[in-house]
């Protein structure tokens, strides 16, 4: 049983680039969340998918967007990089509705230089 | 608003036992405990919804105050393993619990042989 898969692992960017990370949930979940954890800190939520929309955002500015496939799989794409942004991003699954687990991914390490 | 974890970092011996304190000043549906080791996914421990409920499975349990808007989790006889920061995260009273989660700054927890 497939757990939560990200990629890429690691990358570098440098300011005012655009990234695109991609998340596979774990199997049988359909609800997709993005998390940013900067060091030192824990996870901040970014946004949500269900059912390919867009359900709950957290307090990111537009630059921060995703999508949600048919096959539940997400992307957060991110534009004008900042030197801030360089983060952990952590994608995270669960099973909606009724299922209140959250299972995280090994995330992806974003470096802006 | 984020909940506030206390202690933040604590240092035990094997075999000692710890409590990890999460509050928060909103009313939750739900308290979940993670633990993150350094370059790691947060790791799920449990759950607890609203109703005053204690869990637990091996030697970690944790509890919930409703009335207090509090969480602890317990860690008895612990282990080199255990090492690692633990989180708290909330999902407030309102909202659903599909994949939102307000996190704690997190508590360092480091055991030494």
């Known amino acids: 049983d497939a757990g939560v898969t990200q990629s890429p692992t690691h990358l570098i960017k440098t300011r005012g680039q655009q990234v695109t990370l991609r998340c596979s949930p774990k199997?049988?979940?359909?609800?997709v969340s993005w998390y940013q954890q900067a060091l030192g800190q824990g996870p901040q939520f970014i946004f949500q998918y269900y059912e390919e929309e867009e359900r709950q955002r957290g307090n990111f500015p537009d630059r921060f967007s995703g999508h949600q496939f048919p096959n539940y799989s997400s992307e957060l794409n991110v534009n004008a990089l900042l030197l801030g942004d360089s983060a952990l991003y952590l994608c995270a699954s669960s099973l909606a509705p009724g299922s209140n687990t959250i299972y995280f991914g090994e995330g992806s390490w974003l470096t802006v230089v | 608003q984020q909940p506030v974890q206390s202690p933040q970092a604590v240092i035990l011996r094997e075999g000692e036992d710890a409590v990890i304190n999460c509050s928060s000043s909103?009313?939750?549906?739900?308290v979940h405990w993670y633990r993150q080791k350094h370059g790691e996914a947060p790791i799920f421990l449990m759950i607890?919804?609203?109703?005053?409920e204690q869990k637990g499975h091996d030697k970690i349990s944790a509890s919930f105050n409703e009335k207090k808007q509090q969480s602890s989790l317990y860690l008895t006889a612990s282990q080199l393993s255990y090492s690692g920061t633990y989180f708290c995260?909330?999902?407030?009273?309102?909202?659903?619990?599909?994949?939102?989660?307000?996190f704690g700054q997190g508590t360092i927890l480091t055991v030494h042989p």
């Open positions: 607890l919804l609203k109703g005053g």
């Open positions: 199997s049988g979940h359909d609800t």
């Open positions: 995260g909330t999902a407030n009273a309102g909202g659903t619990s599909y994949g939102k989660l307000t």
């Open positions: 909103k009313a939750l549906y739900s």
